[in-house]
Every structure is written in C-alpha cells, then in structure tokens.
C-alpha cells in the first residue's frame, strides 16, 4: 500500500498547513529570491514546518514582522524560528509569521571623551 498524503499535499505552506501542524512553528531555510507570481513580484522562501520541506511566501504583515525584528537582509533569516497564526483579515483566512526572537542590536561603539 502507498500512502497519497504527500501527494497530495502541496508544496506551500498553506492555511490547511498551518491549522493541522501540531507547533504552528517553522524554520527559515534559505534566504530566498523574488519569483513571479500573479500579482507581481514575491518573495520565495524554503522553509521546514513540522519536518516538512515546503516553500512560503511571506504576506506583506508576516514580511514586515520579520523584517522589523531580523533586519532587511534575508541572509539573516537563516534558521529564524517564525510561530504562525491564522488570522481573518479582509474575510479570508491568512497565515501571520512572528519572529519567535529579535535581532541582537548592535553594540555602539564608545568614544573617549578629553577630560
């Protein structure tokens, strides 16, 4: 016998994904590249949620959560542990990525003053 879930599971995380994972939680894989999709330009990432390889594309609230939190340069998303949430925004049910932790801000460098 041959099991047909993975075939028919899709390659994205999806709401249906993110509702039936048991840790609402992925890891960010790479730090992806801008595809073309239907409504132009996206943002593609290789991500893992619950030992799954899947592809996401981070809506613009997730983007900007990860962002805020990591820096603008997605080499730095690498490993980032994102928690998810279904949210109903506009009656359509969408996935909200949170960073699980934030950017260590960088140390100021100290100058000596002249006494």
Avoid: H
């Avoid at 330009?41 to 939190?69: F, H, Q, Y």
């Amino acid at each position: 016998m041959v099991d047909a879930t993975k075939a028919c599971e899709s390659a994205w995380v999806s709401a249906d994904l993110v509702k039936d994972s048991k840790t609402r939680i992925l890891t960010i894989e790479n730090s992806g590249e801008y595809v073309a999709g239907k409504f132009g330009e996206m943002l593609e990432l290789a991500v893992t949620i619950d030992g799954k390889s899947k592809k996401w594309s981070p809506n613009r609230d997730s983007c900007t959560n990860i962002k805020n939190a990591l820096g603008k340069d997605t080499t730095r998303w690498i490993g980032a542990v994102i928690n998810l949430q279904l949210i109903v925004k506009n009656g359509k049910q969408v996935i909200l990525g949170v960073p699980s932790v934030e950017m260590p801000q960088q140390e100021e460098e100290i100058k000596e003053v002249p006494l």
